[in-house]
Every structure is written in structure tokens, then in C-alpha cells.
């Protein structure tokens, strides 16, 4: 790809938005007001509005490798943040995807220097659910199943924050877990048992 041709496609982008609507980016610089906040991985095969089917302006979005949700990470726990108590979103998601780089390399033990701390979350995942990760023994199986767990652990991390806790309460704000499987594009929600866990995160991690 020739970086030029990044230029020439944007000017067809805003051709094409023009066409079928003359005040497209009036109305886009006017504000934003999405419903949803997408956690989802840098991955450049997985873009976030195009395997929801939503316009730009409907989902703030925030990417990292492996869609990771570290408390230690200023990053996203500022988007958490700006996008809960200041946007009003009322959906959380985190989005994982199958053949994930990232989870792949934590499952490694080569030495890959500054990813090392980041992929040390993921091999935390790794220990939690160690037991049912080591009964799987088919390797691709294993490897889609910490896909899985990553998730639901990074939903988790989610409902630790106060501003989800709060928004929760007060306005009913919904936190979902998803798997885009890249080999078919079928976007899958995981229907993680939030109920129960919201209930193990009041006893220990309730925050006023």
C-alpha cells in the first residue's frame, strides 16, 4: 500500500459521505453522544465499527494489544473514565478476537523485552484459570479458551473501576464480553455471568 493513496481515499470517503448526505460532518463536528465504549484489541484486521455495522460517532473506542484492562494502565482507565462519567455511555464491551497475537505471545516464554510487562497480565489470566487451561489438550483449543477467559477477566477489571460501579447503580450501565472470531466474522457475545460476578465484586472490591 502507498501511504499517497491514504489521501486519495480519504477525499472518495468524504465524496461518498457528501452524497448521500450534504450536512455529514456538520452534524459529525457538533458533538458525540455514543451509547457504546468498545475495549477492543490494536489487532489491524479487527476495526471496531466495521464488525458492529455502526456509524462513526456510536462507539467511543480504545485499543491496545490483546484488549487489556490493567488498573496500572492510566491509558485506558482514563478512557473508562471519560467515557462513562462524562459521555454517559450505557455499554461496556470488551472485544476479543481468535488467533490474538498478543494472547499467542503470552503463552510463549520467549523474552520479547517490552512486551513483557504488558504480557505478564495475560499470564496472570493464565494462572487464575490455570487448572481448566491444563485439561484442554489440544493447543488451539487452549489457546481460543484463554482467548475467552482474557475477556472475561478484562470485563472484570472493568467492574472493579468506581465510575462503573456508580454508573451501574444509577443508570443501569451494562458490561458485555465478546469474541470476534476472525475466521468467519461472526461476533459472538460470550454471556459471562456478570450477576454473579457483580456479586463477588461487592463484597471484595465495592467502592462507594
Known sequence: MNIKDVFKNNEEWIKRQVSTNQDYFTKLAEGQAPEIL???CSDSRVTAEELMGIQPGEAFVHRNIANMVPNTDLNVMSVINYAVAHLKVNHVVVCGHYNCGGIKAAME???????NPWLRNIRDVYRIHHNELAAIEDDNKRYNR?????????CINVIKTAEVQRAVRERGLTVHGWIFDIHSGTLVDLAI???KINNEIAQIYHID
Do not use: R, W
Open 109 to 115: 516464554q520467549a523474552d520479547l523485552g517490552i512486551l
Open 38 to 40: 468498545y475495549i477492543g
Open 146 to 154: 484463554l482467548v475467552e477467559l482474557n475477556v472475561q477477566e478484562q
Open 193 to 195: 455471568d456478570f450477576e
